[in-house]
């Protein structure tokens, strides 16, 4: 279904100015690759912090410890030993399959808006000097949504991992399905659960690593499946949004319902793990379950 | 009466309605014999999925199925449909005493959707719904899913990971409902008639979409009336799915379901 070639559709004028408008802000207000300023806000405590300062803090918030999102080429600097990531299967197109109207014209807008290609990077690098195939998920793309390019993409980067008997490591970030695409979405799920299953019985390692916010179809798919489920402190990780639950039982959510935390505590979680140590943990779980006697 | 030209909002008003046949109707009027079996073995047993053995033509079978109620005290039993984590837990169970039995599954869907609850996620929703989809990719023994009512997202796919699956004519089956989807992408949840079109969740759709292999022709609505004779062709069909899933090889039923998927 999925076509690799795609008709490139240019802005208009006004569409590009929009596109570096929001693309100017975002920089500025959430991450380091192009500060404009000195410092930022805090989302949390809304307290200045200066961008030099949550670079070297691994990007949380000196004051409160908020866990800022990062980008996903950030996050792979952040775990992958120095220059060692080749990425996989870029230039993918979805088939639109509902022909959902304004569809492809806002994947433009968000391309260029976040200078990502879909909510997902896959690709091959190293950790302590093994080789892993490692998935990151950006919310900054259409909320990390998952339809077909991102379901695919996924499904690629661990059919290849099974093949060449390596670990996979999935960092999930997602509002769930991708509306736009709609039951094709869904079918995304099974696809990527499907080739997960696959890789479990050929012995292999997967770790998943859930970041602020994991919900909807992709908590009910591969979030929930890693041999070892890691997650970032305070992240928000659930099935239903914590909306929808509110709405359907017309009450209020206890505080930290559906964090990192909760989840422990319930025992879907094997280890909420700080930023700083992440690269380490990733390691050892890796030497640990990639041990050849 | 110009059945065939329904709006597919009113085929979604008829897929919810309460005359609607229910997974029990269906199974108890399609197998020559149906016993229930009960629980997940971890926690409790979910009064939204009914499951058992039956037998059909001399054939043993597994069925499960997600059931609603009709009256208000029923419907609280079977909490609208809704399942909790122990009830996708207990069709896996089901689904694995089938394997080790070399029974074929057969699975009726029916739900507005997982159970949206505190329980719910307390109890891990998620992580049952991707449990499901990550073992029923490899069971080898045939699955045949159905589509008879609503197929609401999430809580439907965790139980239509088939070798093939079928949809009644006035079933629907959506990553979410069409009021759900017109309030994120329009913020304006009245106009879920217009989303029921262009979401594509018809069974006509779907099968233009090659996300369903075959439409269960209804020429009235399914009701209670006429199930008898509608039960009388699913037999059929199960039937012929049957001796066709017969001649396969394990593996040759799990590589054929896992390229179902991974072609979408």
């Keep these: 279904m999925l076509k690799e070639m795609f008709k490139k559709r240019t802005l208009t004028p006004q569409e590009k100015k929009q596109a570096e408008r929001v693309k100017k802000a975002k920089d500025t207000l959430l991450e380091y690759q192009a500060p404009e300023g000195l410092f930022q806000k805090c989302s949390d405590c809304g307290k200045p912090v200066y961008n030099e300062d949550i670079i070297e803090n691994y990007y949380i918030c000196p004051h409160c410890g908020n866990y800022f999102r990062i980008r996903p080429r950030t996050r792979i600097a952040m775990v992958l030993d120095r220059n060692t990531f080749e990425e996989w299967d870029t230039g993918l197109v979805t088939s639109d399959p509902l022909e959902f109207p304004g569809y492809l014209k806002k994947l433009e807008h968000q391309k260029s808006v976040t200078n990502l290609e879909e909510a997902v990077i896959t690709g091959k690098g190293k950790i302590g000097g093994s080789e892993v195939a490692i998935a990151v998920m950006s919310a900054d793309f259409m909320m990390g949504s998952m339809g077909q390019v991102v379901g695919e993409k996924i499904t690629r980067a661990i059919e290849r991992a099974t093949e060449q008997r390596i670990p996979i490591i999935i960092f999930t970030c997602s509002g769930g399905a991708r509306m736009q695409e709609g039951i094709i979405s869904l079918m995304q799920m099974e696809k990527t659960s499907a080739a997960l299953r696959r890789h479990d019985q050929a012995g292999l390692l997967y770790i998943s690593v859930l970041t602020d916010p994991t919900t909807g179809g992709v908590t009910a798919s591969f979030a929930m499946l890693g041999d070892v489920i890691l ?13 929808v639950i509110e709405q359907t039982i017309g009450q209020k959510l206890p505080d930290g319902f559906q964090r990192s935390e909760f989840l422990l505590e319930h025992g879907f979680v094997d280890k909420i793990v700080e930023r700083k140590n992440l690269r380490k943990v990733l390691a050892t779980i890796i030497r640990s379950c990639c041990y050849e006697s | 009466m110009s059945h065939n030209n329904l709006t597919p909002w009113e085929r979604v ?20 014999r149906y016993m229930s079996l009960h629980g997940d073995r971890l926690f409790g047993d979910d009064g939204a999925i009914v499951g058992g053995l039956a037998s059909i033509d001399g054939i043993p079978v597994t069925v499960v199925g997600q059931q609603k109620g009709r009256s208000t005290k029923e419907n609280i039993k079977r909490n609208f449909g809704m399942p909790s984590p122990e009830g996708y837990r207990k069709t896996m169970r089901l689904m694995r005493q089938a394997e080790k039995f070399h029974r074929p599954v057969i699975c009726f869907v029916d739900t507005p959707g997982a159970f949206c609850g505190i329980e719910a996620e307390e109890g891990g929703i998620g992580e049952a719904i991707a449990r499901n989809l990550y073992e029923m990719s490899s069971l080898k023994v045939p699955i045949l899913s159905i589509m008879i009512g609503e197929g609401g997202s999430g809580g439907a796919i965790a139980m239509a990971v088939g070798n093939e699956v079928w949809s009644m004519e006035n079933s629907t089956y ?6 759900g989807f017109a309030s994120i992408l329009w913020k304006d949840g009245s106009r879920a008639s217009e989303a029921a079109k ?7 759709d779907l099968k233009e979409l090659g996300v369903i292999e075959r439409v269960i022709r209804e ?46």
């Design chain 1, 231 to 243: 997650a970032e402190p305070g992240a928000l990780v659930g099935f239903a949004g914590p909306r």
């Design chain 2, 13 to 32: 008003e008829i897929s919810r309605s309460a005359e609607r046949p229910t997974s029990l109707d269906y199974i108890t009027t399609i197998f020559d």
């Design chain 2, 174 to 179: 959506s990553v979410l409902s069409p009021e």
């Design chain 2, 198 to 204: 262009v979401m594509k969740i018809t069974a006509a």
């Design chain 2, 219 to 264: 020429p009235e609505p399914a009701s209670i009336d006429n199930i008898i004779e509608l039960s009388e062709e699913i037999r059929e069909m199960i039937v012929d799915f049957l001796k066709r899933y017969k001649k396969k090889m394990p593996e040759e039923i799990v590589e054929e379901r896992y390229q179902r998927f991974r072609k979408m």
